[in-house]
């Protein structure tokens, strides 16, 4: 599988995933800790990958989103935004409201 | 060559209408950038942020590190 194809089945898979430089517990970067911190405060679980510790996915991810940045936030297969994104929509509430949607199921 | 808060803020503007504000402060490393202009209107937070990195292209690879974004229409300020 090329990079870009893992990195759609990792985003696939987990309904909320962050890449993030370093890990929840141990950030490597003030924006990606504060983004985790977000999430971290919603106490649900998410999944997180460390850019850092593959060069080719820390490239490939700012492809994949053709957005130059880490961190990046991705809920059920669709990219949110960055840490600037993320802290507007965490203050308005709206981010509570993605993470908490639920999955709607057309019957 | 270190990029400075002012020549981020003039490649900003050049790439927006004439009544666009933009703001940049940084400390040659992390930037913090905020732009008022209505060419954000209509526009989602993830379209806003990805026109202004449109607008820097090739330099937020190489030259800027850490750029945050504040983008407002006229109406938000």
Redesign the interface.
């Known amino acids: 599988m090329s990079i870009q194809e893992q990195l759609k089945q990792v985003i696939d898979e987990n309904e909320i995933v962050l890449f993030m430089k370093g890990t929840p517990d141990f950030p490597q970067c003030g ?1 990606s800790g504060k983004t985790a911190q977000m999430l971290q405060s919603f106490e649900i679980p998410f999944a997180s990958v460390d850019v850092l510790a593959s060069e080719e996915v820390r490239q490939g991810i700012k492809e994949y989103s ?4 880490i961190p990046q936030l991705y809920v059920r297969g669709e ?7 993320m802290s ?2 965490y203050e308005s509430g709206e981010l509570a409201a993605i993470i908490k949607a639920e999955k709607t199921e057309s019957s | 060559m270190t990029i400075t808060a002012d020549q981020i803020e003039q490649w900003i503007r050049v790439g927006l209408s004439e009544q666009a504000q933009v703001s940049v402060e940084g400390d040659g490393r992390h930037f913090f950038a905020t732009i008022v202009s209505d060419d954000f209107l209509g526009q989602s937070l993830i379209a806003r942020h990805q026109m202004i990195y449109k607008i820097l292209g090739d330099k937020m690879h190489a030259e800027i590190h850490a750029l945050s974004l504040k983008t407002l229409t006229t109406a938000e300020a």
């Open positions: 924006f053709s957005w130059p940045t990219f949110v935004g960055g840490c600037d994104i507007e929509l």
